[in-house]
């Protein structure tokens, strides 16, 4: 038996945050009353998905919702998502409800690391989101990345030209370089990891963020 | 690090199961050694015959009273326990020999209990007397200037091209395969001798990494080949080649892609194929050149041997028949680091002072159609002009010899203008004189001077951009030391 342990959506953003991977702002909702609190933190609209290691497809259990426009609608939100995860898997462990920054994106993209049994850890870069499975667009390389690794990664996707610059718009190519690089520094100081997924890395004018990410130890 | 120069430059070879019979791999393998002119001692091992080919034989390992180095096993497999005891006993009195190819098979690649038996009598013995072992399912080693050949392989080369020398060396995990590269560079208009030559087979104790170092430190080697299935240790494997790969070139055939081929891999030489997203992505990373057909492993280690690498990523294509230059095009287009430079004023102006009045120069840019009248001066003078312009880093010369054009002058006026050439000047070429048997002449007369040619320009077109995609990658790797 392999003895895995996945970290849920709060733990791996903050690991691959803690590297330098950017993550849309993301705090946990112990309890309804905090909602308050948390507004002055994060202004609306929010993003509030439920906070479980046993719920990986969180939008299918029906505990995804957005935008969230207020403290009222908040207030629903967070009481649905927890009826719902409850009647979608009951013996599931909740640890509470998030609340994230709304983030707009251009394109969806997929950052990752995985484990070769030949190779040892890999990053990926591609499509991201629910592109992922039908195109199956991605660069792979071994760690460690040096800089001209990441570069290459990012030039071999048939959609590279995108990070150059597509119908005005101008993407933070350097910021995805180091966000590649930064994840291959993680697998290198942690050989026990053996999947991280940040998928969707939303990439938008000026600057991308991380929506989602599990890490698999 | 093993040294493995007792498989290439073995004071002595013994041939244990050599035969009279020239139906059996026995009696090839004395015969190559022979025709090849191995100068150290040849000791056939065969307890029926007195002499093999001419050379006395003896009865046993054990019975030969000179010193061996090298043993070549090519007895059937379930005989191997009787050879291994014999073995044992020359070494407890003799402790000469120092290495032992395996060319048999029925070993370990069957998986079967007896097979892995064999396999670890004749494992086991050699280890226990510090000997090297290839194989065994292997055709074993060629050097092309120590004169060794202890593989089963004729490969129809005449005797004169044995002089031949080239800096490529090959390893192959397949024995057919690497006999089939060994006939398949002897087909080319002019044959090519491989320098060294290592079939790998079940890699019992000589691997891939053993044979890759030792290439890498063999001075006679400018150029290593690679066809392989798989290694267990894909980090050891890439990390050596990447190390490797900064000095000389690495040119890699590698199967088992999909799942049906991996499959075939572990029953062939029961090798874990790895997952070839995660090799192809290797490759790339550490600079290692990957060819997707054994024409391209040949074409390509062969222009690396040959050539100078490209200084840039500037090619021009000199054509002399549209419709081939145009199919180059279209394929030199397929790569978007490949850029094709527009000419100089001075070199336009050479070439329209020496072309026939009906060639298009620089339409579009960095293509030239020299048309079906150019005679032969004019192509080699051609030639020369675009090469002396600095904007250009390598030619693709596409001719499709008409009937008024000589073989032999084409060939010798390309050549002498090649060679007259200051050194600075003398770019990568990739010639493409077409087609077929017709032009066999020409084309031996530019091989023999060390240049390339090529059956067709898509041939020509993927030498290139292998070369220019490592020139690519050593000219990053030494920009960011």
């Not at chain 1, 990053?123 to 390389?141: A, D, N, P, Q, T």
């Amino acid at each position: 038996m392999k003895l895995t342990k996945t970290l849920d959506e709060l733990d791996s953003k903050r690991l691959v945050a803690s590297y330098g991977v950017p993550v849309a702002v993301t705090t946990m909702l112990a309890d309804p009353d905090e909602i308050s609190a948390v507004a002055r933190q994060i202004p609306f609209p929010w993003v509030m998905k439920i906070l479980s290691e046993d719920i990986l497809h969180k939008t299918d259990a029906g505990c995804v919702r957005l935008p969230v426009p207020d403290v009222g609608s908040a207030r629903a939100a967070a009481g649905e998502i927890l009826a719902n995860a409850r009647a979608y898997k009951p013996d599931a462990r909740i640890r509470g409800v998030l609340v994230q920054e709304m983030v707009d994106a251009d394109i969806e993209l997929i950052l990752g690391v995985n484990k070769d049994p030949q190779f040892g850890h890999t990053v990926v870069f591609g499509l991201g989101g629910i592109y992922v499975e039908m195109f199956k667009m991605v660069s792979l390389r071994l760690v460690p990345l040096t800089r001209y690794d990441a570069i290459q990664m990012i030039d071999e996707l048939p959609i590279a030209k995108i990070f150059d610059g597509m119908r005005g718009r101008h993407f933070d190519k350097e910021q995805l370089v180091d966000a590649l690089l930064a994840l291959s520094r993680l697998a290198e100081e942690h050989p026990e990891i053996s999947e991280i997924d940040v998928n969707p890395f939303l990439l938008r004018e000026g600057g991308g963020k991380a929506v989602d990410a599990v890490v698999v130890v | 690090m093993a040294n493995l120069d007792c498989f290439f430059s073995p004071k002595s070879i013994a041939v244990v199961g050599a035969s009279n019979n020239p139906r059996k791999p026995g009696c090839i393998i004395v015969g190559n050694l022979l025709q090849k002119g191995f100068p150290g001692e040849i000791y056939p091992v065969n307890p029926k015959e007195a002499a093999v080919l001419g050379k006395a034989a003896f009865p046993t390992l054990s019975e030969i009273p000179g010193e061996v180095e090298l043993v070549v096993l090519i007895t059937p497999a379930a005989m191997i326990y009787g050879v291994m005891a014999d073995l044992a006993l020359r070494m407890e009195r003799r402790g000469d020999i120092k290495a032992l190819v395996c060319a048999a098979a029925d070993y370990g690649e069957t998986k079967t209990a007896e097979g892995v038996r064999r396999q670890s009598c004749l494992l086991e013995t050699a280890s226990k007397f510090g000997i090297r072992v290839l194989g065994p399912n292997c055709i074993g080693v060629i050097d092309n200037r120590t004169r060794v050949d202890t593989t089963f392989v004729d490969a129809g080369i005449p005797a004169d091209a044995y002089n031949t020398q080239s800096g490529i060396s090959v390893i192959s995990q397949s024995g057919s395969v690497a006999t089939s590269i060994i006939m398949m560079g002897a087909a080319r208009p002019e044959p090519v001798q491989f320098n060294k030559f290592a079939s790998l087979g079940n890699m019992t104790d000589v691997d891939f990494i053993d044979l890759l170092e030792h290439y890498e430190q063999d001075k006679t080697t400018s150029v290593i080949g690679v066809y392989m299935e798989g290694y267990p240790d894909g980090r050891r494997l890439i990390e050596t080649m990447g190390r490797i790969a900064r000095k000389k070139p690495i040119v890699v055939l590698k199967v088992g892609r999909g799942q049906k081929g991996a499959k075939a891999a572990s029953s062939h030489t029961g090798s874990l194929a790895g997952s070839d997203a995660t090799y192809d992505a290797a490759f790339r990373q550490y600079g290692v050149i990957r060819t997707d057909t054994f024409g391209e492993l040949i074409d390509t280690m062969i222009s690396l041997d040959r050539l100078a690498l490209p200084r840039g990523g500037n090619l021009y294509i000199l054509s002399q028949a549209g419709g081939f230059g145009i199919y180059c095009a279209d394929n030199v287009e397929k790569y978007p680091f490949i850029r094709m430079p527009k000419l100089a004023r001075a070199t336009a102006d050479t070439l329209a002072g020496l072309l026939p009045p009906m060639a298009v120069v620089d339409e579009p840019e960095g293509y030239a159609d020299i048309t079906a009248s150019a005679s032969e001066e004019q192509h080699a003078q051609s030639l020369a002009a675009i090469l002396r312009d600095d904007g250009v880093d390598c030619v693709i010369l596409i001719t499709i010899t008409p009937s008024f054009i000589s073989q032999k002058k084409l060939g010798e006026s390309l050549r002498d203008a090649y060679l007259a050439l200051p050194e600075e000047y003398r770019k990568p070429v990739y010639f493409c004189i077409m087609a077929g048997e017709y032009v066999r002449e020409s084309r031996r007369i530019l091989e023999q001077a060390g240049l390339c040619t090529y059956d067709t320009p898509l041939e020509a077109v993927r030498s290139a951009r292998d070369m220019m995609r490592y020139a690519g990658y050593l000219a990053a790797k030494e920009e960011s030391l």
